[in-house]
């Protein structure tokens, strides 16, 4: 089975002025980030902006991804949903289109039990095959539970729940789930002010949304941390926290949108109630912002 390490991608989904998706121009955002050395796509998560699509655009698109990437990196799709029939439905659609595995928010909107989070992964996990891979995704702010790390530790009993996107601005859980944990059960960062120090703790990866703009930044956390470069790995880190600082921290699909237009491709557009388009006084503050803090480097072309 493949798993998710290295530098993941939570893949943004471009869109044209009208809300459709424009897939030729995520063409050339996916065959940059393959270039550039991203180890996996996540696409049709939270800054992906999967759960304001309908299951059938969702379905078309995982399709479109998975044979457009034509096994050059992992391909993960996010299928999490607010009806748990659906992302049943999304993960069974994963595995017969070929992607590697899939991974699912916890239940959101509402608010449940412990023992809810785990028939919903369970009903994920047996609605595919035993040696397909599924990672829980924890994020608990913007879903409003948690997975709790003993709800996580029986899941992993399951032979094909592989590991945790925990998205948390602290490293102590990622520490908890380590130790929780077999071993295998692949823990993955997925809050980029935490990358470093969760890598360095022993996750196995990052989920990073700054790795869309700049996966430049992101491998070169990941190589420094596995040669113990860990002065290399920690500047690293500060040029991720410095384009957060610049986006405010808020990671809006919009600005990342902006941010890409800048290195040089096809203006975009995210689907509404999000914002469409950063204001031209936000573009104009972001590119004038990014110029001064890399002005040494050729990120902004």
Do not use: W
């Given at each position: 089975m493949?798993?998710?390490?290295?530098?993941?991608?939570?893949?943004?989904?471009?869109?044209?002025?009208?809300?459709?998706?424009?897939?030729?121009?995520?063409?050339?955002?996916?065959?940059?980030?393959?270039?550039?050395?991203?180890?996996?796509l996540y696409p049709m998560g939270t800054i992906g902006e999967g759960t304001l699509m309908t299951l059938e655009e969702r379905k078309s698109l995982a399709e479109q991804i998975v044979n457009y990437v034509d096994h050059r990196?992992?391909?993960?799709?996010?299928?999490?949903?607010?009806?748990?029939?659906?992302?049943?439905?999304?993960?069974?659609?994963?595995?017969?289109?070929?992607?590697?595995?899939?991974?699912?928010?916890?239940?959101?909107?509402?608010?449940?039990?412990?023992?809810?989070i785990y028939y919903y992964f369970l009903a994920i996990s047996e609605s595919v095959s035993d040696n397909f891979p599924v990672y829980l995704y924890n994020l608990p702010d913007m879903a409003g539970n948690d997975i709790t790390t003993t709800t996580v530790a029986e899941l992993a009993k399951r032979p094909n729940i592989m590991g945790i996107k925990n998205t948390m601005p602290t490293t102590y859980r990622i520490h908890e789930l380590l130790c929780a944990c077999p071993e295998n059960f692949n823990v993955i960062s997925g809050d980029d002010m935490v990358a470093f120090t969760g890598l360095a703790l022993g996750a196995a990866g990052v989920v990073s949304g700054t790795s869309n703009i700049f996966?430049?930044?992101?491998?070169?956390?990941?190589?420094?941390v596995q040669q113990n470069d860990l002065s290399g790995a920690a500047a690293a880190q500060k040029k991720v926290?410095?384009?957060?600082?610049?986006?405010?921290?808020?990671?809006?699909?919009?600005?990342?949108?902006?941010?890409?237009?800048?290195?040089?491709?096809?203006?975009?557009?995210?689907?509404?109630?999000?914002?469409?388009?950063?204001?031209?006084?936000?573009?104009?503050?972001?590119?004038?912002?990014?110029?001064?803090?890399?002005?040494?480097?050729?990120?902004?072309?």
């Open positions: 493949k798993t998710m390490y290295g530098i993941n991608t939570p893949l943004l989904t471009l869109f044209d002025t009208q809300g459709n998706i424009d897939f030729k121009a995520m063409t050339k955002h996916i065959d940059f980030l393959i270039a550039k050395g991203v180890h996996n990196v992992g391909v993960f799709i996010h299928i999490g949903a607010l009806s748990q029939k659906d992302a049943v439905d999304l993960a069974s659609h994963a595995e017969r289109i070929g992607a590697d595995g899939v991974g699912a928010v916890s239940p959101f909107f509402y608010h449940v039990s412990q023992t809810d996966p430049e930044i992101l491998l070169e956390m990941y190589r420094c926290y410095e384009i957060a600082r610049i986006l405010n921290f808020n990671f809006k699909p919009s600005a990342m949108k902006a941010i890409l237009e800048m290195r040089g491709f096809k203006r975009s557009y995210s689907r509404q109630p999000l914002e469409p388009f950063c204001s031209e006084q936000e573009y104009s503050f972001i590119y004038q912002s990014l110029k001064k803090c890399f002005s040494d480097t050729d990120y902004i072309l």
